[in-house]
């Protein structure tokens, strides 16, 4: 495979990636126009960083933690915007804007997005994103002990808020 | 739960297999995780059907432009947006760094805002490649501090700060319907012009991603951010700033 096919291929997957993406964006950021625009930005890092991607590795892994590496610095800079104006802007940005759903559906992402930070994050790659444990402790860079962890108080959390009937 | 979940090698499955035969909690256990996630899973199966918005499917088969300097953001993500939604028609990007503002843009500028102010000079004139604050807005940037500004002051100045360079650096709107905002910094006893919003009709759409209160484009609040060495002045150091002129301590 020469570098051109293997380039046009890896807009397709990215491409093809872009729901997921989206989708663990908004786990993320919890609010949808966070969650494209934050996409768009990790979308336009990774193609610049191609070359750090190493090809026995999986894609949605990488780019499911430039997503991630992407919030963090955009929470870093309005953290620090916010400090030069004391403006409303901070409000606004912070606010959650729950992704409307039917009513059956709305009450796993309302439980979802009662979850701290971390436990969210294990839930939604794990078992929204369906990756195995590894993967996702490497996604959240942390050790795979901490991220079963994580995931065991966020399953134990979500059953609680959703009723044993699961 | 890593069973449930799929992550155990053949002994350990085994074992489990065996646990949930003798014993019902086990087996219950195994079940509502396994219930939990596939509820989970088809509850958010629907966002992946969702058409995905056409800015990122171009995003992702766009080559990857080789500047170096490539510094992608929240800011310039919402510019992109911001122009996209304004029309058809790419007018390029409605703030340019100082090297590359259209002449034309300071000119309209200077005229359109030297006009209305009958006694005025231009605001801003060139000189010697740079690009420098005159007039009214000079005076202001060198007098006005931001605590004692009346609301119907031409010039309003925003924030003042050091910059990594040494010098002092402040952020300034001008009044007015398009009301055109900049950043100008102090050096070698000139003001000169570091970013500057253009003031024509195509910075309107970019309104709503203006920082409330501030009256800023984002574009001016990233040049701050860029150039910004630890906090924003206060009153009382931008008072002290001042007395000495502006003179950068390096």
Known sequence: ???????????????????????????????????????????????????????????DSWMFKIVRNAWIDELRSRARRDKIFLAEEA????????????????????????????????VSLVLIEGLPYKEAAEVLEVPIGTLTSRLARGREALQGLLGAEG | MAFADGELDGTARAAVEAAMRED?????????????????????????????????????????????????DLVSVRDSKARAAAGAQPRGSWWRPLGAIAASVIIGFALGYGGRHQSSSPLIRGAEGAVVASGELAQALSHQLSAEQSSTAAVKIGVSFLAKSGDYCRTFSLSGSASPSGLACRHDQEWRIQALSQPSGAAESDTAYRTAGSGMSPAILKAVEEQISGEPLDPTAESAARSTGWKAAR
Not at chain 1, 33 to 44: K, L, P, S
Not at chain 1, 113 to 118: G, S
Not at chain 2, 45 to 54: F, K
């Open chain 2, 24 to 72: 019902p909690e086990v087996e219950k256990r195994v079940a509502q995780h396994r219930a939990l996630r596939q509820r989970i899973e088809k509850a958010y199966a629907a966002e992946l059907s969702e058409p995905v918005p056409e800015r990122l499917v171009i995003a992702a088969n766009r080559a990857p432009t080789a500047s170096g300097n490539n510094v992608v």
């Open chain 1, 1 to 59: 495979m020469n570098t051109s096919e293997t380039s046009q291929n890896i807009h397709a997957q990215i491409v093809s990636l872009l729901p997921r993406l989206r989708r663990f964006a908004r786990n993320l950021t919890r609010n949808p126009h966070d969650a494209d625009d934050v996409v768009q930005i990790a979308v336009e890092r990774a193609l610049l960083r191609l070359d750090q991607w190493h090809r026995d590795a999986r894609l």
């Open chain 1, 91 to 122: 409000g606004e940005n912070v606010g959650t804007e729950p992704i409307e759903k039917e009513s059956a559906l709305m009450s796993v992402q309302a439980a979802m997005a009662r979850l701290p930070e971390d436990q969210r994050m294990a």
